[in-house]
């Protein structure tokens, strides 16, 4: 489980305890008490625990007969909150399937007759949460709580009241979808593997209608790769739209898992983000199975944690934490200043020539269009373009010491 900040909070199956990563990948010794704080291991497919940034609440069953959960509550470093309930232990009367918080603390519970009941982050219950129709909680923003009910997704805000304005009479119908917590912009996509992988992107704006700036009226589709799964998506602090999943190098078949990372990122707009990855929009895993993102969460902008699952027998998966570091190739200004390329002439006619440094040898050449399509490749030094229209071109030169990145003008 990670929380808004990024940390992951873990619990091994049957263990009974919940530890806390850091970002280095090591256990955080100074968590709770001897590294952990207990957490109930018998479950079964209950959520025995959820977090934010500050608290971190688990959930333990009454014992049979009785019916409903003994609630504690802790801070972020592990420490139980003795104010909290009775000694830092809250007991509710009633079975529940699905229970959040928000960033103040608060939690919502939805109880085995659909009903939400909100519990305030003091331990006392507030019963002026003013919603009382049967729903299912899907998510939850910085400002909202979104629900399923008769008119598809809608809104409440953390009182418990209706946002009309919100899609279409107060709905939105959509099913899997993924939110922006801070500005409630969403996405949904869908991907036919059956039809030339096509993947179909839509994004809402924060009122719920369709974004015309994103795309082509609202829609994004690409069809760049082949049998392409993606399992999760999210925001980065820039807006722009991250895709985690998987793919297969070869043998795929429809119904099967991939062996491989990968990852995708579009920009608020919807274009492809040749930013990403020296030159790419997308990165893609090269061992082979290392396996694929089934879920994740953006720290920055250039770190992800991710968690990963992998094939180790016919039949058999297991799960892992790791985390991704985005590095990116020299910009312009960057390798100028260094004055350690050369590309003459700029403008240029028909051919233009590069100097590297005495000691570098050249692997390939690799020109790129302003929106980020490859035009040509070559692995030659002199270099004829006079087939190319007039404009400017982005040049991605690969030698045995390093990558640049410049430009030229082809006159």
Same mark, same amino acid.
């Given at each position: 489980?990670?929380?808004?900040?990024?940390?992951?909070?873990?619990?091994?199956?049957?263990?009974?305890?919940?530890?806390?990563?850091?970002?280095?990948?090591?256990?955080?010794?100074?968590?709770?008490?001897?590294?952990?704080?207990?957490?109930?291991?018998?479950?079964?497919?209950?959520?025995?625990?959820?977090?934010?940034?500050?608290?971190?609440?688990?959930?333990?069953? *009454?014992?049979?007969?009785?019916?409903?959960?003994? @609630? =504690? %509550?802790?801070?972020? $470093? !592990?420490?139980? +909150?003795? #104010?909290?309930?009775?000694?830092?232990?809250?007991t509710i009367n009633y079975n529940y399937y699905q229970v959040?918080?928000?960033?103040?603390?608060? *939690?919502?519970?939805?109880?085995?007759?659909?009903? @939400? =009941? %909100?519990?305030?982050? $003091? !331990?006392?219950? +507030?019963? #002026?949460?003013?919603?009382?129709?049967?729903?299912?909680?899907?998510?939850?923003?910085?400002?909202?709580?979104?629900?399923?009910?008769?008119?598809?997704?809608?809104?409440?805000?953390?009182?418990?009241?209706?946002?009309?304005?919100?899609?279409?009479?107060?709905?939105?119908?959509?099913?899997?979808?993924?939110?922006?917590?801070?500005?409630?912009?969403?996405?949904?996509?869908?991907?036919?593997?059956?039809?030339?992988?096509?993947?179909?992107?839509?994004?809402?704006?924060?009122?719920?209608?369709?974004?015309?700036?994103?795309?082509?009226?609202?829609?994004?589709?690409?069809?760049?790769?082949?049998?392409?799964?993606?399992?999760?998506?999210?925001?980065?602090?820039?807006?722009?739209?991250?895709?985690f999943g998987g793919y297969s190098l070869n043998n795929w078949?429809?119904?099967?898992?991939?062996?491989?990372?990968?990852?995708?990122?579009?920009?608020?707009?919807?274009?492809?983000?040749?930013?990403?990855?020296?030159?790419?929009?997308?990165?893609?895993?090269?061992?082979?199975?290392?396996?694929?993102?089934?879920?994740?969460?953006?720290?920055?902008?250039?770190?992800?944690?991710?968690?990963?699952?992998?094939?180790?027998?016919?039949?058999?998966?297991?799960?892992?934490?790791?985390?991704?570091?985005?590095?990116?190739?020299?910009?312009?200004?960057?390798?100028?200043?260094?004055?350690?390329?050369?590309?003459?002439?700029?403008?240029?006619?028909?051919?233009?020539?590069?100097?590297?440094?005495?000691?570098?040898?050249?692997?390939?050449?690799?020109?790129?269009?302003?929106?980020?399509?490859?035009?040509?490749?070559?692995?030659?030094?002199?270099?004829?373009?006079?087939?190319?229209?007039?404009?400017?071109?982005?040049?991605?030169?690969?030698?045995?010491?390093?990558?640049?990145?410049?430009?030229?003008?082809?006159?």
């Open positions: 489980m990670f929380t808004p900040n990024g940390t992951a909070l873990v619990s091994n199956a049957g263990e009974g305890k919940l530890k806390k990563k850091l970002l280095d990948g090591s256990y955080d010794p100074n968590f709770g008490i001897n590294g952990s704080i207990p957490v109930s291991p018998t479950s079964g497919n209950k959520m025995d625990c959820v977090a934010n940034d500050q608290n971190i609440y688990t959930f333990w069953r *009454l014992p049979s007969p009785s019916i409903g959960w003994t @609630i =504690k %509550k802790y801070d972020s $470093n !592990g420490v139980l +909150d003795s #104010s909290y309930g009775v000694n830092g232990t809250l959040f918080t928000d960033n103040n603390s608060n *939690l919502y519970f939805v109880d085995l007759n659909n009903k @939400i =009941k %909100k519990i305030l982050a $003091n !331990g006392q219950v +507030d019963n #002026s949460f003013n919603f009382n129709n049967p729903t299912s909680i899907v998510g939850l923003s910085n400002n909202y709580l979104y629900i399923y009910r008769s008119l598809g997704l809608s809104r409440l805000d953390f009182n418990g009241n209706l946002d009309t304005t919100f899609g279409n009479q107060g709905g939105l119908y959509l099913e899997k979808f993924y939110l922006n917590e801070n500005t409630d912009e969403i996405i949904t996509f869908t991907i036919s593997n059956t039809s030339n992988s096509t993947m179909i992107i839509e994004k809402y704006t924060s009122t719920g209608i369709i974004d015309t700036n994103f795309g082509v009226n609202g829609v994004k589709t690409i069809t760049a790769f082949t049998t392409p799964m993606f399992y999760t998506a999210d925001f980065d602090s820039d807006g722009n739209i991250v895709f078949t429809i119904g099967s898992y991939p062996n491989l990372k990968m990852i995708m990122r579009l920009k608020p707009n919807g274009m492809e983000d040749y930013t990403f990855n020296h030159n790419s929009f997308y990165y893609m895993g090269n061992t082979d199975n290392d396996g694929y993102i089934i879920d994740a969460k953006i720290v920055n902008g250039n770190k992800y944690l991710v968690i990963n699952k992998y094939r180790y027998t016919m039949g058999s998966f297991k799960t892992y934490l790791s985390q991704i570091i985005r590095t990116a190739v020299l910009s312009t200004s960057e390798i100028d200043k260094e004055g350690k390329l050369s590309v003459y002439p700029n403008p240029v006619q028909d051919e233009f020539n590069i100097v590297l440094q005495n000691n570098e040898k050249l692997e390939s050449v690799e020109i790129f269009d302003m929106a980020g399509r490859s035009i040509l490749k070559t692995l030659v030094l002199k270099n004829n373009v006079a087939d190319l229209t007039k404009g400017t071109y982005l040049l991605l030169i690969k030698t045995n010491k390093k990558s640049y990145q410049t430009k030229f003008i082809k006159n």
